[in-house]
């Protein structure tokens, strides 16, 4: 019995994630989603997802950066690869050339619209 | 009256008796007045009391009224000035109000004239903070309208192409033939909507001084490389050779790397649309003592001479409605711009039928 891949979509735009979702589930993962930072953070704890995508830009433009930090000194985000994602030429912490030393990690971060064959691609090789 | 408090008026003249006389008139009037008959000192206190109000003297023994107009009006933008003069010296009162003064008031002057220039002056202060509050308000709301279009535009327009790739995913088996064309129509309109919202973002950013531009020392001839790379594949599907004609050692200018690559890319990707195929585009370098310049030529249909003047005018199209929306409409606004950021210029010359050239001239960069 194989069993899925768990992905968790944190964004506060519930078509994004219902497009995003559609994607990820055809690529054989099983996705959950949460539509603002807290449910996301909380759901984390309870689902254990071996990979969450989070958006940079949810109700302030940080929201993400606030639920990465979360996430990453969490017991199950610690170990877990992060995705962020961004609005094109949203001028956020990552995009600048020195970025803050407290920083929290991301694996990667993706520009929306997502290709799907890039996102399949890239989330493959994240959760190995 | 302000907040319920009497105005405050405050009168700085060497003669007792004015003093006295102008405190009479405006305190039976419901006025608060503080006076001083030494200039260093109603500076003082006008710093110390803010009065709405303040009446100078123009002619003092020690020090010049002048002075204190320019000093009182530069530490306190909001206090109205009005200057007590004699007839002889008008054109000092004028003076006075190039540096700041609002009114004059010539002696002598009776009670009722000292009340009415005061009310005027009055008016004209809230009439003036009321205006500068409406100003910061509309600045503050077009900050706002920025960052309310950069999310609320381009996110539906982001679900929607996300909502696009899925459905050409778990669909794309059964989207054939007309079903699949519609979809890549549908995603080649979304893109040109998202490019006008891109470019008018730009265009809103450079207006109110919010564009991010690092200026370094460049290399133009590495951001034209970049930027024909870019274009390359678009001119081979259509037929366009693409060829560069550069000045060796070029100098270098002073620029913001990303913004100038779009401008070229810009200007690159307009020729391409007006050039037929076997058409050739040519980008060129050269320089002289001052400036730097790149020139982009190519052997399209040209502009007409009459529409030159108008074309970096936002949504100008050279042939009008029939022209097919082919672009934003702010590629060339955009272009002009941000030459204007780097204290440079665009220009273009055409001839009907036989093409079109752009001529980017940068302020050379004397490195020492």
């Known amino acids: 019995m194989d069993s899925k891949k768990k992905v968790l979509l944190i964004d506060d735009d519930k078509d994004f994630l219902m497009a995003t979702k559609l994607i990820l589930e055809k690529g054989g993962y099983e996705v959950f989603l949460a539509e603002d930072g807290k449910s996301g953070v909380e759901m984390a704890k309870s689902v254990n997802p071996n990979l969450a995508i989070v958006d940079m830009m949810m109700e302030t433009w940080s929201e993400g950066f606030n639920v990465v930090s979360k996430l990453r000194t969490s017991e199950t985000g610690k170990q877990i690869p992060l995705i962020m994602l961004s609005a094109v030429d949203l001028q956020g912490p990552y995009q600048s050339f020195e970025p803050p030393e407290d920083l929290p990690t991301v694996d990667l971060v993706l520009h929306k619209p997502i290709k799907a064959d890039d996102l399949l691609r890239y989330v493959g090789q994240l959760v190995g | 009256m302000e907040q319920g408090f009497p105005s405050q008026i ?186 006008l919202v891109e470019h008018w973002l730009d265009i809103s950013r450079i207006e109110n001084g919010t564009f991010s531009q690092a200026k370094v020392p460049l290399d133009l001839t590495e951001i034209l490389e970049h930027s024909m790379d870019e274009m390359n594949p678009l001119c081979q599907r259509r037929e366009i050779i693409l060829e560069a004609d550069h000045k060796a050692e070029l100098p270098k200018i002073l620029g913001d790397h990303e913004s100038l690559l779009r401008v070229f890319t810009n200007i690159i990707g307009n020729a391409t649309k007006y050039t037929p195929a076997g058409g050739r585009i040519t980008v060129r370098t050269d320089c002289d003592d001052y400036y730097v310049y790149v020139r982009i030529e190519d052997t399209g249909q040209g502009i007409p001479q009459d529409k030159l003047p108008f074309i970096f005018e936002p949504f100008f199209r050279v042939h009008g409605k029939q022209e097919r929306q082919k672009g934003s409409g702010l590629g060339l606004t955009f272009s002009k711009k941000i030459m204007d950021a780097h204290n440079g210029y665009i220009e273009a010359a055409s001839q009907e039928g036989a093409g079109t050239a752009f001529t980017l001239k940068f302020p050379r960069l004397y490195e020492l």
């Open chain 2, 10 to 195: 405050l009168i700085i003249d060497d003669e007792e008796s004015i003093l006295d006389g102008c405190r009479q008139a405006l305190e039976k009037s419901g006025y608060s007045v503080i006076t001083s008959s030494d200039g260093a000192e109603g500076v003082k206190l006008a710093r110390e009391k803010k009065p709405e109000i303040a009446f100078i003297d123009l002619k003092m023994p020690n020090c010049s009224g002048m002075d204190i107009i320019e000093l009182v009006s530069r530490d306190m933008p909001d206090i109205v000035l009005i200057v007590i003069t004699g007839y002889a010296s008008i054109v000092s009162a004028v003076e006075a109000m190039k540096k700041g003064a609002y009114d004059y008031l010539p002696k002598p002057f009776t009670p009722d004239q000292l009340r009415a220039v005061t009310k005027r002056g009055i008016e004209h202060r809230q009439l003036k903070i009321e205006a500068d509050s409406l100003r910061e308000e509309k600045e503050r709301m077009e900050k706002n309208f920025i960052t309310f279009v950069s999310h609320e535009m381009r996110s539906p327009l982001v679900t929607i192409q996300q909502y696009i790739e899925s459905l050409k995913l778990i669909a794309g088996d059964i989207l054939t033939g007309d079903a699949a064309d519609i979809i890549s129509r549908c995603e080649k309109r979304i893109q040109n909507l998202q490019d």
